[in-house]
């Protein structure tokens, strides 16, 4: 069974560097080979100015590729999280696009959610791909005054992407009212049942609303996504005895260890949760899959 892995570090920022990054794709990928038998040939690892968007354009083309469904493949990002406005007219409620922040953003740009989706959906649709992001997608970038010597893994917008930002959310609820109430012109005639058969027909027509913008669009059933934080909050960048280390993947990894590897999806992210809670964190790691894959065992076979 082929196993490849995708590790991305990016501690050398010019405008806002971050210390634990590096660390991060390290310990993976010692993790990686020593519990889960990945070979050294079959690991990528960008760091720092390797990262560029290309090179991460790049290792995202060569980690689809051979294997088909019978591989699994780890595609794991630390560095900053950033917003940038929709770029697509109206198909993000909140008038943002999530990114990931290359080496060379300020040259070459970001990369957004959706392009990531599209270099996605060029992967075996039922083979294992594990995401996991140790970034921000909301917050500040700030240092908190701590005992772990906090940082922020999160990219500050400018005001012009802030007001872009605004007016793209302002246009998605304008389009979407407007749908709306097209939609109940059509259903007068059949909207006098009870309330419950009401709410019925409009949740309906949200969903088709939803449909219309983000087009009809096959989900891979084999990704599984390992989140640093909730979407609106901040994925922490500290200081573990004497080295920096991303808060997520730091307790990932020696969970990942003290399970010798055999431990599921599920158990990974409710045992990191308690433990950054435990230590006063306020991030709450998310796990994205299908109910099914949730009780998975960790970088297995579907």
């Known amino acids: 069974m082929l196993k490849k892995a995708l590790l991305v570090g990016i501690n050398a920022y010019s405008q806002a560097?971050?210390?634990?990054?590096?660390?991060?794709?390290?310990?993976?990928?010692?993790?990686?080979?020593?519990?889960?038998?990945?070979?050294?040939?079959?690991?990528?690892?960008?760091?720092?100015?390797?990262?560029?968007?290309?090179?991460i354009i790049d290792g995202l083309n060569w980690l689809a590729e051979g294997g088909g469904e019978e591989a699994v493949r780890v595609f794991h990002y630390a560095g900053h999280g950033h917003f940038v406005p929709d770029e697509n007219g109206g198909d993000e409620p909140d008038g943002a696009d999530e990114a990931l922040v290359p080496y060379d953003c300020a040259k070459k740009g970001y990369l957004i959610d959706d392009h990531l989706k599209e270099l996605y959906d060029r992967f075996p649709k039922n083979g294992n791909l594990t995401i996991i992001m140790d970034c921000c997608h909301s917050g500040t970038n700030q240092r908190d005054d701590t005992d772990l010597d906090i940082a922020y893994r999160f990219m500050p917008m400018t005001f012009e992407e802030r007001k872009a930002i605004a007016a793209a959310r302002r246009k998605f609820n304008e389009d979407q009212r407007a749908f709306i109430m097209q939609e109940l012109q059509g259903m007068k005639s059949t909207m006098r049942g009870p309330d419950p058969e009401i709410e019925q027909q409009i949740n309906a027509a949200l969903k088709k609303f939803e449909k219309q913008c983000f087009g009809d669009v096959s989900i891979r059933m084999g990704n599984v996504l390992l989140a640093a934080c909730q979407s609106d909050q901040k994925a922490a960048d500290a200081k573990f005895s004497k080295t920096y280390h991303g808060a997520f993947t730091h307790t990932l990894v020696r969970l990942l260890r003290e399970s010798a590897g055999q431990i599921s999806y599920f158990d990974l992210i409710a045992q990191a949760g308690n433990e950054l809670h435990d230590l006063k964190f306020t991030q709450i790691p998310q796990l994205e899959c299908e109910d099914e894959k949730k009780g998975a065992a960790v970088f297995s076979l579907f």
């Open 17 to 55: 560097p971050l210390r634990g990054c590096v660390n991060d794709i390290m310990d993976m990928n010692a993790a990686l080979r020593e519990l889960y038998a990945f070979k050294a040939e079959n690991l990528r690892v960008l760091q720092d100015q390797e990262a560029t968007r290309q090179g």
